[in-house]
């Protein structure tokens, strides 16, 4: 930090020096800073170092008229009277300083002997960083007084940074401009941080007077109940008028318990801004004579709109995310159900026509896990046993559902005795026509096994291929493998036919 803000005081200084030597404005002079810094390739601190100081003033200033020391003598501040520096256009680029009273003294502690007759710039580089030179120079072309306190100003001298906080006024005094300043001083620092406190943390005091009627608020007070300052205060009586009408109690006990039961109370209640409706949070007190009368209310308001926004955005956040919750574990359940309805069995034996079938499913636990397995092995009536497994896309409820419409659409059409290439076909165009408009997909296996021949006559529908064990060997069976159920609207499936031994 401290490097930094090092490189930031040379810069700063730098600016002034090259606007001096320049004869052009600080941002004109820091634009040329900048290229100066990409033609020759170094940091901009670098190159700002070596932009030398502007040569000392060989004449002797010109003697200011009488008036002018006259004017400077009654100020009882450090002060200067400047005259323009303009460049070949007529513009404004510097100012210099004529006179300076016996006040005077810069942050960085130079004194009036060693500023008259020097360039405002050279003498206070700051003014550039501050923006005071735009000010002095606003000052001087429209006639406008300036008063600018607290101001935060940094002096840049010898690439050192004297920093200060100042009250600056300035005035347009015939062909020049007035210039004043002061640093604040303790009582006027804490004042001045005080009320910036109250800006950071949106607090503000107040004071209403029982006895004259006479209410003090600070700035603060008026931003937050949205009042014009030429208004003045509100009396404690108006209060009421600019709550809300559901949070009038809430004042009323307030009233009360400062005024009857003579105690302090802390509320909060709701009023109508100018901008919409603010909270306020409000700590008030009762300020009492010697006989315990109350002969002030004092008040300590802050505003917490922005948390009670945030409390809100966070309680909807939670509610929407307890009601997804609740969906999803509702959708878990349906789901678990309906697998247990479409699948019962998770493991055994089914023993069948020649032979068994060994039965081994773990579900996922999760919703986002639960996916669309299922299989099929049951006896026709032709005496083949029709063996089947497949997966529906995606998990969930919605893979669910498509297990149940491709298994429950394979049993129906298994009865028709139609060799498996053809009921993939016609398990395709059912997944197709029945979900118009929607892409669902899913894979399976359909196969029909004689137990006479002991063959496994099967179509691959995009599904991973069986494994054969043989002599305790596994290997994967070759057969010809078809597109996606439900992929195309209209789709053709090869068999493959396999021995099996018993």
């Known amino acids: 930090m401290r490097h930094h803000m090092r490189n930031e005081a040379i810069i700063d200084e730098a600016t002034a020096r090259l606007a001096s030597n320049l004869g052009i404005r600080p941002d004109e002079a820091a634009e040329q800073l900048a290229r100066m810094a990409r033609h020759s390739g170094l940091d901009l601190a670098e190159v700002a170092r070596g932009i030398e100081r502007p040569a000392e003033p060989q004449a002797e200033p010109p003697e200011p008229p009488p008036w002018v020391r006259g004017m400077l003598d009654a100020v009882h501040a450090s002060a200067f009277y400047l005259t323009p520096v303009k460049d070949d256009t007529g513009r404004v680029v510097d100012f210099l300083i004529l006179a300076a009273n016996k006040h005077a003294k810069t942050v960085s502690g130079r004194k009036a002997q060693e500023l008259r007759g020097r ?67 303790d009582e006027e ?74 105690e302090a109370v802390e509320t909060e209640y709701r009023i109508q801004h100018r901008h919409g409706v603010r909270h306020l949070c409000v700590y008030s007190e009762p300020i009492l004579d010697v006989d315990g009368v109350p002969v002030k209310v004092r008040c300590l308001v802050q505003d917490v709109t922005k948390n009670r926004r945030r409390e809100r955005a966070l309680a909807v956040a939670h ?25 019962p069995m998770r493991r055994g034996l089914v023993h069948l026509p020649g032979l068994t079938v060994g039965v081994r499913y773990l579900p996922g636990e999760e919703l986002t896990k639960l996916g669309g397995d299922w299989f099929k092995a049951r006896l026709i009536t032709d005496g083949r046993v029709l063996l089947a497994i497949g997966d529906a896309m995606g998990h969930g409820l919605t893979a669910a559902s498509i297990m149940l419409q491709m298994r429950s659409g394979l049993a129906g059409l298994a009865y028709t005795g139609a060799p498996a290439g053809q009921l993939a076909t016609w398990l395709n165009d059912l997944i197709v026509h029945s979900n118009e408009g929607v892409t669902v997909t899913g894979t399976a296996i359909i196969g029909h ?11 691959n529908a995009g599904h991973p291929a069986p494994i054969l064990i043989r002599d305790g060997r596994a290997r994967v069976v070759e057969g010809v493998a078809g597109t996606l159920l439900g992929a195309f609207d209209a789709a053709e499936f090869d068999m493959t036919v396999t021995r099996l031994e018993p």
């Open 319 to 343: 509610e929407r995310a307890t009601k997804e919750q609740e969906r999803a574990e509702q959708e878990h359940r349906i789901t678990v159900q309906l697998q247990n309805t479409i699948l």
């Open 449 to 459: 096994f004689d137990p006479a021949e002991r063959t496994f006559s099967w179509t």
């Open 119 to 185: 360039r405002l710039l050279t003498a206070t580089p700051g003014v550039a960083g501050s923006g005071l030179l735009d000010d002095y120079v606003a000052v001087y072309e429209s006639g406008e007084s300036l008063h600018r306190v607290p101001l935060e100003y940094v002096e840049v001298m010898d690439y050192l940074l004297w920093p200060a906080t100042l009250s600056v006024r300035a005035a347009r005094v015939d062909d020049g401009v007035l210039v004043s300043w002061r640093p604040l001083d």
């Open 189 to 262: 620092l804490l004042v001045s941080g005080w009320e910036r406190a109250q800006r950071l943390a949106e607090v503000g005091w107040g004071e209403w007077n029982l006895a004259t009627e006479r209410t003090l608020w600070t700035a603060q007070m008026y931003e937050m109940f949205g009042r014009d300052r030429t208004e003045g205060p509100m009396a404690l009586e108006d209060l009421p008028s600019v709550v809300l009408q559901e949070d009038l109690p809430i004042v009323d006990d307030q009233i009360r318990s400062l005024l009857e039961f003579r």
